[in-house]
């Protein structure tokens, strides 16, 4: 098996589904000739031609649309956005057609784009590079929010929302594109769509979380068991539609749950997990549900950005605090 | 410096009926091909009256009025196949009766059913598109895809006046002439835009100059005038199926209506300048020009109007004999497969009395 990047392991996926049907096309800016500017399309214009593998005007409503328009015809568009700061004219062609195509035909017409944004902190990119939205999708009826956290989950969830009839947002952690290898085979296997998993059991915490994150988080479950207490991992994937059973189930066991995320506080979505452990799990707390978060501030640029991103410090001192309740 | 060049309308009837510019298309003798053309604007227009009336009398929710501008739509999908597929906006009931869109689904529609976008007829054209311009781009995705598999079919795009100020246009046909995609994008000129006149819309000269910087074939025609208005169509979706690349057709109308049943007209035009347009009818010319060939007659305006209106009732009752759909329908195409998570609040909608 080889050991691939969380990029790497995009494109094999992206290859496999090329190759596999005939009705995928990639379309983006720089996806073709280029390979797009993280690389993860390389190769596949040279493979699959330009006629499926296409460079598109730089209009990001147009991408969105496009995708639209051929998902209703047909063909399986996987259209990339180069960044997540630049998805915004896409998300009117989210919310207003994507989303709600299927609705509005009662199933006559359908939408099975998946479109690939690269997001998050912590790379010292430019100004608009760095933003975690995704609870801006994820509130959305009708789509459904990916985001992988490593190369072999990239590969199997990018492969899921391919195979999946209804459109996917899906949002690759560009701050772990490059930092972990892992072997992955390239076998087709598609990982299941609409569930968490549980990346290490415990039995005194839950720490919940999603793409980059996971891996400060994993961080704070070691510094947590150096100091004798037990965290279980969730890394959440699909966020939208939420697999919330897994979660209450975990907190059913530990009683204390943090939710780590980039994003914005407010509004984000570890506010709607905490209100849906608050409805269904609120006699198995023992403590109030923690989160931590990115800040109710405009994302800074990368001299400060450091101090917006939820550190490890920062997660083991919420588990604490979980821990202390009193 | 401003660089000036001129996009003739085509135009053959002048309001009269009366053939102003020749040679006519060999169709425009043919009383099969004119017939079919009239009957179904009339039908159109019968409808929308149906309509209106239908919400003043508060059975139909808002509903926008395609009144004056029935040929565009007629005369554009008398051209087309199956399997072209139409992207309408709203007013372009026409287009969709053409094709086998009932009235009762568009009445379905205007009544709070989605339902009414299931069509009967293609199922392969899009849904009435009401964020403005916004279905520009999903012509170009279908159109993408039809030439992608080598296919002579078009998509074909309607949109108003307004539509043209949008991103969402010039990105479309842009995108549309970068890869000489299989589209036509019709553009309803119908002068206004809600309150907003076209003028405060562009300083273009006219709407088909926009087709010049996307570097696609821009063309004007005289919309009111049904045989204009279906040879411009033949040409620009013969182009579109046979790889000459897309086409930006601007059909000049007017809207005789209010913009919905929701707006009254006469806060920002005149009584006035509607009446000024009431010469140019689309449905009064054609049959002008029919009659003058002796290809028409009233007996048979008479029959036609009698079981229009037979139609119209019959249309009118099926809607109204429809009862709401379940509550718990409104899960029921959210997903291929409703997720598990969506299981409870589905639930919840059917107990709650």
């Not at chain 1, 490593?150 to 199997?156: D, E, K, L």
């Not at chain 1, 839950?206 to 969730?234: F, N, R, Y």
């Not at chain 2, 019709?186 to 003028?199: F, M």
Request: proline share 5%; with cysteine.
């Amino acid at each position: 098996m080889p050991e691939v990047t969380l990029v790497e392991a995009v494109n094999t996926a992206l290859a496999r589904a090329m190759g596999t049907d005939e009705n995928v096309v990639v379309l983006g800016e720089d996806v073709g000739v280029n390979g797009g500017v993280f690389r993860a399309t390389a190769g596949l214009q040279e493979r699959f031609g330009e006629a499926r593998v296409i460079d598109t005007p730089l209009a990001e409503n147009l991408i969105a649309g496009t995708a639209v328009g051929m998902a209703a015809h047909g063909l399986k568009p996987i259209a990339e956005i180069q960044f997540m700061g630049f998805i915004y004219p896409a998300l009117d062609q989210l919310l207003s057609h994507a989303s709600r195509l299927r609705t509005r035909t009662r199933g006559r017409l359908t939408c099975p784009l998946v479109l690939r944004a690269p997001f998050g902190g912590g790379i010292h990119a430019p100004e608009h590079h760095s933003e975690s939205t995704e609870a801006l999708f994820a509130h959305i009826p009708g789509l459904r929010v990916v985001i992988p956290s490593s190369p072999a989950r990239a590969y199997g969830l990018l492969l899921a929302s391919i195979h999946d009839p209804d459109p996917v947002v899906f949002l690759e952690p560009k701050r772990i594109y490059r930092i972990v290898k892992q072997d992955v085979a390239d076998d087709g296997h598609a990982l299941p769509l609409d569930v968490c998993f549980v990346l290490r059991s415990g039995t005194d915490v839950t720490l919940v979380t999603w793409g980059a994150m996971t891996h400060e988080t994993i961080q704070a479950a070691d510094a947590l068991s150096s100091a004798g207490i037990s965290a279980e991992v969730i890394d959440v994937a699909t966020i939208k539609p939420l697999d919330i059973e897994t979660i209450l189930e975990s907190v059913e066991k530990t009683g204390r749950c943090v939710i780590v995320h980039e994003a914005a506080r407010s509004g984000g979505w570890g506010a709607e997990i905490s209100a849906q452990i608050m409805e269904r799990g609120l006699l198995s707390l023992l403590a109030p549900v923690q989160r931590v978060t990115g800040y109710d501030t405009v994302m800074p640029l990368f001299r400060l950005e450091d101090r917006y991103m939820p550190s490890v410090d920062r997660i083991v001192q919420a588990a604490h605090a979980t821990l202390g309740f009193e | 410096m401003t660089v000036s060049f001129k996009f003739d309308s085509l135009q053959y009837l002048d309001t009269d009926g009366a053939v102003v510019f020749e040679p006519l298309p060999e169709w425009a003798n043919d009383a099969a091909i004119l017939i079919p053309l009239y009957r179904t604007m009339v039908e159109t227009r019968a409808f929308d009256a149906k309509a209106v009336a239908l919400q003043r009398t508060g059975q139909l929710g808002t509903y926008a009025s395609s009144l004056g501008q029935e040929a565009i739509g007629v005369a554009t999908a008398s051209v087309m196949t199956a399997d072209d597929v139409l992207l309408p906006t709203y007013r372009e009931y026409g287009a969709q009766f053409w094709r086998g869109t009932t009235m009762a689904e568009i009445l379905l529609y205007w009544g709070g059913d989605e339902r009414g976008s299931d069509y009967a007829g293609p199922r392969g054209d899009f849904p009435i598109s009401v964020p403005i311009a916004t279905h520009a781009c999903h012509a170009v995705g279908v159109a993408y895809a039809m030439k992608l598999r080598q296919q002579p079919h078009a998509a074909v795009c309607f949109v108003g006046d307004g539509a043209t100020s949008k991103g969402d246009f010039y990105e479309a046909i842009n995108a549309a002439g970068v890869w000489r995609l299989p589209v036509v994008f019709v553009v309803t000129n119908n002068q206004w835009a809600i309150s907003v006149p076209v003028s405060k819309q562009t300083a273009a000269e006219t709407l088909a100059h926009k087709s010049v910087a996307a570097g696609i074939a821009g063309r004007r025609v005289d919309g009111n005038d049904c045989l204009a208005m279906k040879q411009a169509a033949t040409e620009a979706i013969d182009n579109a199926r046979n790889g000459r690349g897309p086409t930006l057709l601007e059909a000049l109308t007017y809207r005789m209506s209010d913009h919905t049943t929701a707006d009254d007209a006469s806060r920002y035009r005149s009584a006035e300048e509607v009446d000024a347009h009431r010469l140019q009818d689309p449905i009064d010319r054609l049959r002008r020009y029919m009659e003058s060939r002796g290809l028409w007659a009233d007996a048979e305006e008479q029959e036609l109007h009698d079981a229009t209106a037979q139609r119209v009732e019959q249309q009118v009752k099926v809607y109204l004999d429809t009862p709401a759909p379940a509550p718990q329908t409104m899960f029921d195409h959210l997903y291929a497969t409703l997720p598990r998570a969506f299981d409870a609040q589905r639930q919840a909608v059917i107990e709650e009395k």
